[in-house]
């Protein structure tokens, strides 16, 4: 696998210093050497960032793995340049246009990103509420990985983005992805029929959501 080298002595030295000043101020840093402003989230594992341009190899090659076209019944970019074109739209524009905010996934110590979690449609005006998706290369499943990332940034959404409500809509037949959302409290609301086209032939949806006074009161 191409992630984990070791990280290099300087970078950990760096790399605790901020997160020791940041945990201090909130769990949330700002991203590094960027100028905008976006929220970097850790948690004890993980390091949630900024996904850019420069990530769209790591796009392509993501969301072309098989369990992760399953788990999303969408098929991924077929050249490198409609992957960046799609992570523009996706992480970049969505931050940008303030329509959500799609974190990166890597984990503590090496910046490879391993999966990905966030909110779009973050309803204007009112923007109380947001539909999140997520998904995790299939070497780090098992581990508890997306429900750390997900806690965080349930939590950012609910403290920080002004959410009231969080939604998901998951395929029928993606039960592990039922599993996981519901770990984390959301409440299954019922089935959306027909309610996607994927290869020819229309698909459900399950429909979930989470309050939050649910989360609070967890
Ligand atoms: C959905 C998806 C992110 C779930 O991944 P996951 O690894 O099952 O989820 P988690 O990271 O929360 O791990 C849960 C597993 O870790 C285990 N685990 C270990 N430590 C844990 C901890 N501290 N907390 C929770 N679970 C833990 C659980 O027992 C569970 O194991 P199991 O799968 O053997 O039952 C992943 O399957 C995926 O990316 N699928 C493809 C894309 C997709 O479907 N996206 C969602 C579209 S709606």
């Not at 799609?86 to 974190?103: A, P, Q, S, T």
């Not at 039922?178 to 086209?197: A, P, S």
Request: one cysteine or more.
């Amino acid at each position: 696998m191409r992630c984990f080298p070791s990280p290099t002595a300087s970078d950990t030295i760096i790399w605790r210093t901020v997160n020791r000043v940041w945990n201090m101020a909130g769990k949330v840093a700002p991203n590094r050497g960027s100028t905008a402003r976006f929220p970097v989230l850790k948690t004890r594992r993980l390091v949630l960032r900024q996904v850019t341009v420069k990530d769209a190899p790591w796009y392509f090659e993501h969301f072309n793995t098989k369990e992760i076209v399953e788990g999303q019944d969408h098929g991924g970019p077929r050249n490198l340049s409609d992957a960046r074109a799609e992570l523009k739209l996706y992480f970049v524009d969505v931050f940008r246009l303030k329509r959500g905010i799609r974190w990166g996934m890597t984990v503590k110590g090496c910046d490879d990103l391993i999966g990905s979690a966030g909110f779009y449609k973050w309803i204007q005006p009112e923007r109380y509420q947001a539909e999140m998706g997520y998904d995790l290369n299939p070497a780090f499943w098992g581990k508890g990985i997306m429900t750390e990332a997900l806690s965080a940034i349930i939590q950012y959404g609910f403290d920080q983005m002004g959410l009231h409500r969080i939604e998901v809509l998951i395929s029928h037949h993606n039960k592990r992805s039922q599993t996981l959302i519901r770990r984390l409290g959301f409440k299954r609301e019922g089935v959306l029929r027909d309610h996607y086209f994927v290869e020819g032939r229309f698909s459900d949806d399950v429909i979930f959501s989470l309050l939050k006074e649910e989360w609070k009161a967890r």
